[in-house]
């Protein structure tokens, strides 16, 4: 499933793997004056160990991907900066959710 949200960031999830794609013109804009990742970070489905969702970012947590010690708020623009954190508005993050916890409840299934 594609999801290609208003920030120019593109999430693609199959099966096996989740792209976090922020090389559009739109989005590299946004990551440079916001001090956010850009280009493209890939995470193996199998290698998703959980994930959060504020109203505007979904941290996806992953083996070999660095994770924030805490999420008070003060610090939600460091972590908006992390590879494995998408940013956009809540109604296009939310599927997005979904979709990953999905991912989660199938790999705890086998």
Request: a neutral charge; charged letters at 25%; hydrophobic letters at 35%.
């Amino acid at each position: 499933m594609k999801y290609e949200l208003k920030s120019g960031t593109d999430v693609i999830i199959t099966k096996s793997r989740i792209e976090i794609i922020r090389t559009s013109g739109k989005s590299a804009m946004k990551t440079l004056f916001a001090g956010r990742t850009s280009g493209e970070t890939v995470i193996r489905t199998s290698a998703i160990t959980g994930a959060v969702f504020y109203d505007d970012y979904l941290m996806v947590f992953a083996s070999g991907f660095p994770s924030p010690s805490d999420f008070k708020i003060f610090n939600t623009g460091d972590i908006k900066q992390y590879p494995n954190c998408i940013v956009g508005k809540n109604e296009e993050l939310d599927p997005i959710y979904e979709e990953i916890l999905n991912i989660m409840k199938s790999q705890r299934e086998y």
